[in-house]
Nanobody, 125 residues
Framework: QVQLVESGGGLVQAGGSLRLSCAAS????????MGWFRQAPGKEREFVAA????????YYADSVKGRFTISSDNVKNTVYLQMYSLKPEDTAVYYC??????????????????WGQGTQVTVST
């Protein structure tokens, strides 16, 4: 099973930027797609963005389109989430996830899903 380790979270002012990283080890055929989810206090975990290791068009939640960019580096086995124009409502624990396909990754859960431990992002006013 793939192991995922996130990094890059922190405290940033509204309007600022932050880049999250997710290092993947032990990739398998069940981890061909990578994505980011987030969970704010008192709320359910929600999909943010997803991309295939092989390339192609990424997917974004409407709430982050135009502000967040997901990318992957196959050499470093790392997926990034570049976040711009951050808002207080972006405050959440951000989780990296892998799955067998982009379609499955956009679901809340899947039998092929692996999760990272999460990294806190706090956006202050």
């Amino acid at each position: 099973q793939v192991q995922l380790v996130e990094s890059g979270g922190g405290l940033v002012q509204a309007g600022g930027s932050l880049r999250l990283s997710c290092a993947a080890s032990g990739r398998t055929s069940s981890s061909t797609s990578m994505g980011w989810f987030r969970q704010a206090p008192g709320k359910e975990r929600e999909f943010v963005a997803a991309i295939n290791w092989s390339g192609g068009s990424p997917y974004y939640a409407d709430s982050v389109k135009g502000r967040f960019t997901i990318s992957s580096d196959n050499v470093k086995n790392t997926v990034y989430l570049q976040m711009y124009s951050l808002k207080p409502e972006d405050t959440a624990v951000y989780y990296c996830a892998s799955d067998k396909s982009l379609t499955l990754l956009r679901l809340s859960r899947s039998v092929f899903r692996s999760w990272g431990q999460g990294t806190q992002v706090t956006v202050s006013t």
